[in-house]
């Protein structure tokens, strides 16, 4: 039996009990330390995603195979004093994206591959998608449903297969559970051409067509085990964060969707990009079936405003002086120019637009130049030049509400803990729609 602690998510929702958790879509170092340490202080488990670009057998963007990243998690959450039977490994939007340009048997057996990986290293939350064109699929027609679930039952496949593995090195290991179902943007974000689309509600035909195409691609394959482990389908409940705002949940729009899970006793709603969504819109999330909430730049974004707060008042307590400042905020978007790659799709507009929405957009591309040579360097001469604390005039100007936990002895004067606190106020946001406490193991 299995008794993955996002199983009980779905207990609790089929109770109407409106249970569900947020997912750290992120490999910042400060979030994963905001997260963890906050789960400790409020006795919640932590799930932390990571993407097939971000981490796969190639070491993705971040240079990591899963099996390093898990270590990468397990040693902040070491430095954290956070049970590690509390974190929950995931693996988001698995399948053969990275891989799209090439013929479906290239590309399957990558994924395949990918999916391995992932499951041998401990990750228990599996997110199977199937969902992009491969080179030879016909362009002049949509990719079926059939075609996507039969891809992602074999994939379901390699995952129970490697599972059993697992076994041999760790009899105690937690059998995976599996989200099927992409009706959300491409891992990173809509691109600038596709916008958001007017973020169309998943229609309930769509919804129910993509359950039952799955569930008997599973069948087909005598994966009954792998389709009780199937917790959640993706659908789009109607969010997305845009530069400057966001598409907000509305209740009235989705109530057909949320009252369609309501016939389903096995599975739950995940959401993606429910970044800069409302406290409010948040926990209506959660009470209309959503059981999982996604946020990845919600979270950087609060990191590097705290890491731009701490750069004015720097220029503020440094100008006219022979202290080495970091120039953070220069030195960040130089890196940006450098290599536009990361962000040039995403940003339309004039210089001056696209400028400001390098420094500020909410789709936080600068997220992905934080590791760089450079922005580290800078980051840690700003960290230097505040290692004694910040003055308390300039912190009261920047970054008033750890001004006033600092004051009351909530929080320590220093730049770390300062840009943590920042982050936990997005985290604090999830925490009350979700009540995740109750998974806590």
Known sequence: MNNHPLKRIVKHQKNNDPVGIYSVCSANPFVL?????????????????????????????????????????????????????????????????????????????????????????????????????????????????????????????????????????????????????????????????????????????????TYDTFKKAFEDRNLQDAWENVIAIVVQPGVEEKDAGCTEYDREKAKDLMAAIKEYDNVVYEGHSTDYQTKQALRELVEDGVGVLKVGPGLTFAAREALYALAFAEKEQYKDTDVKQSNFIEVLDEEMLKNPSNWQKHYTGTPQEIALKRKYSFSDRSRYYIPTESVTEATNILLNNFKDGVPLNLLSQFMPIQYTKVRDGIIKNNPEDLIIDRIVNTIDEYLQATNQDKLWI
Do not use: C
């Not at 270590?71 to 693996?91: D, H, Q, R, T, Y």
């Not at 989200?179 to 035909?205: C, N, Q």
């Open 33 to 209: 330390k905001a997260a963890l340490r906050r789960g400790l202080q409020t006795k919640t488990p932590v799930l932390i995603e990571s993407t097939s670009n971000q981490v796969n057998q190639y070491g993705g963007y971040t240079g990591m195979v899963p099996e390093d990243f898990r270590n990468f998690v397990f040693e902040v959450a070491k430095e954290e004093n956070f049970p590690f039977e509390n974190i929950i490994l995931g693996g988001d939007h698995l399948g053969p994206l990275t891989w799209a340009s090439l013929n479906e048997d290239e590309a399957m057996e990558k994924a395949s591959k990918l999916i391995e990986l992932y499951v041998l290293a401990g990750f228990t939350k599996i997110h199977i998608d199937t969902s992009m064109r491969l080179k030879d699929d016909d362009v002049n027609e949509a990719l079926s449903t059939e075609v996507i679930a039969k891809r992602g039952a074999i994939l379901a496949e390699v995952g129970q297969k490697a599972y059993k593995k697992l076994l041999e090195k760790n009899p105690n290991a937690t059998a995976p559970v599996y989200i099927v179902g992409s009706e959300v943007p491409i891992p990173g974000g809509a691109t600038a051409e596709s916008g958001d689309g007017g973020v169309e509600v998943t229609k309930v035909e769509d919804f129910k067509a």
